[in-house]
């Protein structure tokens, strides 16, 4: 049972609108793969692909773990697991996962795997690298990756996919077309040789918005579906999914000159009343957010962290609110909240979701 009584609420609805904000803009053929790692970006993985099962075609997760606990939880919607590794291939089978198969060390594991079982026609994906330099075969990989699948009636490919470097960034719009070209070329050379022609995929969300000329088959939604289009205009249609809330635990009446926290960091220059939250850097509250960089809201009125943020708590001033030992604080409930703060630890708003630590309770609101 969790008693933390700092709550993350995840809003149904709101997730259902980014996920239709998106379709619109859709061909109506185009698929939807729906990114739910990272415990569904800092929400609730689970609770998350329950509730757009219906809406999507795919889901993908990073790794194989997060996928089985899916299958699990009873969702039978097909799971693309991106960063495989040989050692989880068994269990990867037994749950019925797909794999991104991305260099020829996992591809031969996996085919001689599919060999000793054996398996017939299990869907696996191919990631091609086309400029993100972080997974993927080449293209001159093309020939050796062909010859291998053509000796096997074991896999068959579900589709072909790349990622792109920078598709929020307007600046790198030529890199991004370049890539996006490549792929194309990359994906005539596999339909040419491979006698069938799987699904084809490279749009993130902001390759949805900035590039949607390359939908192919399929497009993967993961920022998106949580409330950021990676752009100001973006964002604000689309709604808020997280919102992080606590309680005041004690209020305390600090004298001129007395200090509040680690290192003595907040010094009163006035007679100061703070409220002490449980809620701290084990929960994802960052460090950076502390000295008054950070503020939360308490009965509608922004109260600013002062000293340094402590492993299970903070402190905020709240010398000119009206307040009580009991009410509700409201750490974020919306993007722009969430912004700021990533902002002031010189990060971006996906580091701030997915830091939110597992101890807090999870409440899906409908």
């Known amino acids: ?62 790794y194989s773990n997060e996928g089985i606990a899916l299958r699990e939880a ?60 972080r997974l993927g075969f080449w293209h001159t990989d093309i020939p050796n990756i062909i010859a291998r699948l053509k000796q096997s009636n074991n896999v068959i490919v579900q589709s072909l996919f790349s990622h792109l470097a920078a598709s929020e960034d307007v600046n790198e719009q030529e890199f991004t077309v370049n890539q996006i070209n490549n792929f194309a070329y990359i994906v005539k050379q596999v339909y040419e040789h491979l006698g069938y022609e799987p699904m084809i995929h490279i749009l993130n ?18 920022i998106g579906l949580y409330g950021f289009g990676n752009t100001p205009n973006e964002t604000a249609n689309l709604k808020n ?9 004690q209020i305390h009446l600090i004298q001129p000159g007395e200090t509040v926290g680690y290192n003595r960091a907040f010094v009163a220059s006035r007679l100061t009343k703070s ?14 957010l502390g000295n008054k960089n950070g503020f939360v809201i308490v009965n509608n009125k922004p109260a600013p962290i002062i000293g340094n943020v402590c492993m299970d708590m903070i402190m905020v001033d709240v010398t000119d609110i009206d307040c009580n030992e009991g009410d509700e604080v409201i750490l974020f409930n919306h993007q722009q909240h969430i912004e700021y703060m990533a ?7 996906y580091e701030i979701l997915t830091a939110l630590s597992q101890r807090i309770k999870r409440l899906v609101k409908r």
């Not at 329950?50 to 997760?61: G, I, P, S």
């Not at 997280?242 to 635990?249: D, R």
């Open 343 to 349: 902002h002031k630890c010189e990060t971006i708003p």
């Open 74 to 133: 009873g969702i039978d919607t097909p799971i693309l697991v991106l960063h495989p590794q040989i050692s989880n291939i068994k269990d990867i089978v037994t749950h019925r996962l797909e794999p991104n198969l991305y260099n020829f060390k996992i591809l031969e594991a996996f085919l001689q795997y599919a060999n000793d079982v054996p398996l017939m026609n299990y869907p696996i994906h191919i990631k091609f690298n086309t400029g993100l330099n």
């Open 275 to 288: 409220a002490t939250i449980p809620v701290g850097h084990a929960d994802g509250i960052s460090r950076r």
């Open 205 to 222: 969300t902001s390759g949805v918005v900035n590039y949607p000329q390359a939908q192919f088959d399929m497009v993967r939604l993961g």
């Open 241 to 249: 999914t997280h919102a992080l809330k606590s309680i005041i635990s």
């Open 1 to 62: 049972m969790n008693n933390h009584v700092t709550v993350l609420e995840i809003d149904a609805n709101a997730v259902l609108h980014n996920v239709n904000y998106f379709k619109q803009k859709l061909q109506p053929t185009t698929k939807i793969l729906a990114v739910v790692k990272a415990f569904g970006y800092g929400s609730e993985a689970i609770e998350i692909a329950k509730l757009v099962q219906n809406e999507v075609d795919y889901f993908a997760v990073a």
